[in-house]
Each structure stands twice: as structure tokens, then as C-alpha cells.
């Protein structure tokens, strides 16, 4: 291994590169299929799908990756007991790194399908290879040097938007500085690149893209497949939040054949939290990106397929099998017989008429490191006064100079988690403006340089030179995508289920049989993340009494007691 790999898995090693024993060799020899590889073979590149987690029996393999010049550089050498393979493959995507036999290769190969099998049939073994799959994944993360390569201004907009992307994805990647980096200098002769076409993305299989939109990006390196429409699924679920995630998670791991679908990235606004420390089970907390991101790989344990980012745009009726049809992106069709939507909903924007001019580079919606890079050592505002924003605020005062905490009521206690409360307070760098409210925003070229706000009780305005505002003003119901699909919504857009629509619903039933909508767009729900899982987990059951009474999934499982 490396020293830069070394240093990055640390105390981890043993659990990132477990040694297998015989005795569990010959329990995962059920799954896979012999193979032999010569001296020197290149077994896969970066880009390329992978056959499987490849099982050494004799040998060894060399994991490398693309270094600068480029040379190859060797991340880890697999020998007789050890396995090559990271999340890719659970779900055959492509390979994030190269791999070369060193010296003749004697193994067996699981596909990805028998993967997932050896996960559930052999539940200790499969933990252990689980938990190495996602310790080399958070490596691959961590050592920024693996993935697509975007190029161009640090704080250009459409940069920090792929970024931003990938991050959220769970995705390595690299950034070039086209300012300053010369490796950017140097792609750019090689592929005679112009400026104005910045930023260009390089993915792992050689392609090179000009400002590509997120579907691009994320079908260049396979994150994003076709979708089959001879399938019929049994259950189409609409939104990759909390609430989508917990429902793939238990329909999945109960038989039923699931699509997942999200047009941004898996997480939803609770993905956004910088650390989350009420929800059940993690008295140290746990910050949102992490807590979807073990949901979304539980998901593709079970073997949910996950299409994302990819945007639903009608639900209709369909025939031939299928109850429901959706269509999804670029004139594609999932076909389906019933629909879980948790589509959650969208953030909302200030009033202010030049808002736009500033978005995605100086107003964010978001407070990952990414922005905290962007910000650091600078006044910033935030407005908002619910636990996200709290969460927010917390995390930046940590980066910043100071946090300018904007609330339009008069205290936080009103709208935010007690202990949020306390933190902010005890934090000398967030100052608390309650009773206040943004009045206008001015600067250049979409690069903002002064917010000004006004005191709702005096009328006082206040101007301060701030490069950055972060917006936590809650959102609105992600629901304008079924105004031609007959799913009845409240006044405020939210969708109607259950006893709202008659006795003749269930509990999450929609007003169209089979269609059902959980977590933060139904209307009534609870808003908050334990909710939305637990409204997850609960639809589940209803998908199984709908799927027997229309006769179209014979082998329900009896849901008694469990977890």
C-alpha cells in the first residue's frame, strides 16, 4: 500500500483489507466463479465496469490509480486472501481505479447480483465485506485524487454546482483551479480546450465534457443508467429524501422489485444538515450527508435500482402488467403497479428582485465544506430559524468570522430544538438578529458584496459587507409534477392521504388507488427525519396489503413484529 493510502485508511486498514480465512473463502466460493489472470493482464481500468468482487486466491493484483504525468500509481497489492472491489460494485458501476495482475492471478469473481445474495445469505461475512467496501469508498474520498476532474474557477458557479453535485452524490472527484493549477494548463493543450467553453469535466473513461448539466455528468460516469421499460417494477418510489430511502430500504429487503428515482441527489434537505444529534441512536450525532449516504448503500444492498439524478415528470395510467407508468427524463418510461411518491419539497427563496443574479456562487441553500472553503475567514448571513438553520449557523461559525443569524420572528426558541438553541448562544461568533428580514442585496457579475436588512419593529435598515448569504427559510411542497396526474392536494400543495381522502384509503393512500405519499410532501406529516423513516418503513406494509388484493405480488411476507 502506499503512504498516501496508508495515511488515509490508518487505524482502519485491517477493516478496509481484511484478510479472509479459509474457512470464509469457502463460504463465499458458493457465489462466484473461477478466473485466472496472466501476468501483467489488465483485468479493468478506471471507467470500466468491473466483472465483481474478485476473491485471490493465489497471486497478487495491484490496485492503481492515474497520477500526474501520466503515471500509475499503486493504491494497494490484493494477495491470496484478500478481495478487490469498493461500492461500485454492489450496483455494477463503473470502476474508480485500475487493476493489474502483478504476477499470475488465481480467483473467483462475484458478480454484483451474488454480491448482494452473499450479503444476506451469510449475514456476519457479508458485514465484514460491507463495512470494507464503504472504508474504501470514504478512502477513495478522502484522497481527492480518484474521479472526474472538473476544471475551471474555483468560485465559478456552474464548478461549484458539479461539485457540489458529486459531493452529494458520494462521489471522488478532483477540482482544478483553472487560474492557477498547471495540471489545468496541461489538459488544456491536451484537448485544446477553450476558456469560454469553462469549467470541462474529465471523466475516468476519457471523455471530456463542457459545463455539463448534473444527467450528463452522472450518465459520463455511470452513475446514471437507462432505464428498462419492458420491467415492471413493483414499486416506484418518487424522491431519494429520508422517507424514499427508508421506504426502498424495507420494500427491498422484503422481496419487492424497487426503483428509486430523485432528481438531484439522494438525501433530500436532510442531506443538508451539518449534524444532526436528535435523531435516535447517535448520542454524538451525525451529520446528514452520512446518515443518507448509509441509507442510500443499504438501499443497493437490498438491490434497489437507483436512478439519479433523473426527474419524474407525469404519473399516468398504464396497461400490460402495470398499473402506472411514469415518465422520467429524456422520453423514458418506468412502468410500474403502485408509486410511493416522497418527493419531498423545494427550498424557498427570498423576495428580493436580483436574487437570481447571485445564486449558486454567493447565495447558497446548502452549508457543506465545500461553501465553508468558499466563506472561510468572512462575515457571512444566514437567514432562517429552524433546526436546519441552526445546524447551519453552528457549523460555519466554526470556518467563518462571524455568522449574521437573521430571524423574521421574534425569538428561535419558537422554531428550533432547545440544545440548537443553547449552542448558538454560547457561540461568541453568531450574532442574533431576531425580528429581522433581508431588504435587498447588491454587488457586480454575480458576485455579491453588501446585504442589507431591516429591523421589522423599528424600521431600521442595516448595510454590511457580506460576500455570502445562506438561505434556511423552509420550503414548499415538491409537487408542481403532478398537476395532470389526478393525486388530490391541499390548499398549500401538499398531497391529501389516508382518513383526508375517506375510509375507503389507507393510512398514506393517495386519492388514486396505489399511489401513495410519505414524509415531508403529504399533507400533515410531521417534519422531521425520524418522521419521514418512519412513515418509510410504515407505507411498506400498505404497498404489501395493495399488491395482494390486486393479485400482482403473490409472496407477501407476513409483517409481524421485526424490526
Partial sequence: MSQSATAIFGARRDQAFPTLTEADIERMRRFGEASAYAAGEHIFEAGDVSPGLIVVLSGK???TQDGKLGRRETIVTHGPGSFVGELAQLSARPSLVNAQAAEPVQAFVISSQRL???MVQEANLGERIMRALILRRVGLLESGTIGPIIVGPADNGDVLRLQGFLARSGQPHRVLDSKTDPCAKTLFEHFHV?????PVVLCPNGRLLLNPAEKDLARCIGLLRPVDASKVYDVAIVGAGPAGLAAAVYAASEGLSTIALDCRAFGGQAGASARIENYLGFPTGITGMALMARA???AQKFGVEMVIPDEVKLLGAATDGARYQLAVGDDETVRTRSVVIASGARYRRLDVANLAEFEGTCVHYWASPIEARLCGGQEVALVGAGNSAGQAAVFLASHVRK???????????ASMSRYLVERIRAQPNIEVLTGTEVEALDGE???LATVRWRDRSSGA??????RHLFLFIGADPNTDWLAQSDVALDARGFIRTGSDMGSAHGLMETSRSGVFAIGDVRSGSVKRVAAAVG???????????FLAREGSHADAPQLVGGV
Avoid: F, K
Fill in 445 to 447: 457579475e454575480g458576485n
Fill in 403 to 413: 455568522v449574521a443569524l437573521l430571524a423574521r420572528g421574534g425569538s428561535l426558541e
Fill in 535 to 545: 412513515e418509510g418503513a410504515q407505507v411498506v406494509a400498505a404497498l404489501h396489503a
Fill in 296 to 298: 442510500y448503500n443499504q
Fill in 116 to 118: 448482494r445474495d452473499l
Fill in 61 to 63: 493484483l495491484d490496485i
Fill in 461 to 466: 435598515s442595516t448595510t454590511r459587507p457580506i
Fill in 194 to 198: 477553450d476558456p469560454h467553453h469553462l
